[in-house]
């Protein structure tokens, strides 16, 4: 219903289009009432005109706040996960916290626009294409459900918090994209690599591919872990997804154990076995690499 009100004349116009809404169109339409109120068409035009401005001036009033409104509640969002981020890293928790209570963290890449061009392109692997921008790298996760990218988000956060880095160490995740501080180093030989996993099961973790792509050693000797995707930790053993646990599984079975120290073989067994009874995977490995592993032995009957 749309009013319009000039002294004693008042009009009302609804149920059929203002530019027929003229005296003669209105006798026309049975509309006696209206008809005897209307004296010149160009009232109507102008109530119609009038209408137009309101609908624009009011749409684009809203448009405006709308716009204020999703600002306002992104920089919200904005302090809220950052003030997450800065309690993870500077939580007096004792190390052991299981991935399952360390939050998603979900924020805003600090690289505004992800383009593959403008970014160093590092290395390809089996979980992801990986991208060098400054300080920091940038994992390309398509194809990983859900599970296994927030699983490689909190290992990474789990280990960095382990290690002292900072709120602006934290790795984060938007969408397909993991973000992580970039380490400068070379790749580690074999036995170096036995010595970080050893280091790496005093603090806890565990991991089912330790092959000396997936650590640097920076200029100081000191040997890092730049892949979580099969990371994981003995306290949380449980709550590791089925998805994520068949990845541990079938890498440790095909080949991660050989680089795992003789001294935590049994250790790795007994929880790359506990992962298995929650996924089943070793049905699908070749029984030789599997008596390899130490996953499965033969008894020899006399």
């Known amino acids: 219903m749309i009013n319009y009100v000039n002294k004693k004349i008042s009009i009302q116009a609804d149920k059929f ?19 005897e109120n209307v004296r010149e068409d160009k009232i109507l035009y102008q109530l119609k005109d009038n209408a137009s401005c309101l609908v624009k001036n009011y749409s684009s009033k809203i448009s405006v706040a709308d716009d204020l409104i999703e600002k306002k509640q992104g920089n919200i969002d904005k302090r809220i996960r950052k003030s997450n981020i800065t309690d993870l890293l500077k939580s007096d928790t004792p190390s052991n916290t299981t991935s399952s209570t360390l939050p998603s963290l ?31 790298v940038i994992k390309d ?20 918090k382990e290690n002292g880095y900072t709120a602006n160490q934290a790795s984060y995740l938007v969408k397909n994209h993991l973000q ?42 000191t040997i890092h872990p730049i892949d979580f995707g099969l990371v994981f930790q003995r306290s ?34 007994k929880y790359i076995n506990q992962l298995e009874s929650k996924c089943h995977a070793l049905g699908t490995v070749n029984i030789k690499e599997l008596i390899r592993s130490g996953l499965v032995s033969i008894v020899k009957n006399n």
Not at 141 to 160: I, P, V
């Open 236 to 269: 949380d053993i449980d709550n590791v997804a089925s998805d994520v646990a068949t990845e541990i599984v079938k890498d440790y079975a095909k080949g991660g154990y050989k680089l795992v120290p003789a001294e935590l073989k049994s250790d790795y067994s």
């Open 141 to 160: 996760l398509n194809g990983a459900s859900n599970d296994q990218k927030n699983h490689e988000l909190n290992m990474c956060n789990a280990w960095h």
């Open 17 to 35: 289009n203002l530019d027929n809404a003229s005296s003669s169109s209105a006798l026309k339409l049975g509309n006696v009432k209206l008809a």
């Open 180 to 221: 992580m501080p970039y380490r400068e180093g070379k790749f580690p030989n074999d036995e170096k690599v036995k010595t970080v996993v050893s280091e790496m099961f005093k603090k806890g973790f565990m991991i089912g591919d330790p092959k000396k792509e997936n650590f640097v050693v920076d200029k100081q000797g």
């Open 106 to 136: 979900e924020t805003k890449l600090k690289i505004e626009s992800f383009d593959k061009p403008k970014h160093d392109f590092l290395g390809k692997g089996g979980r992801g294409t990986v991208y060098r921008s400054g300080n920091m």
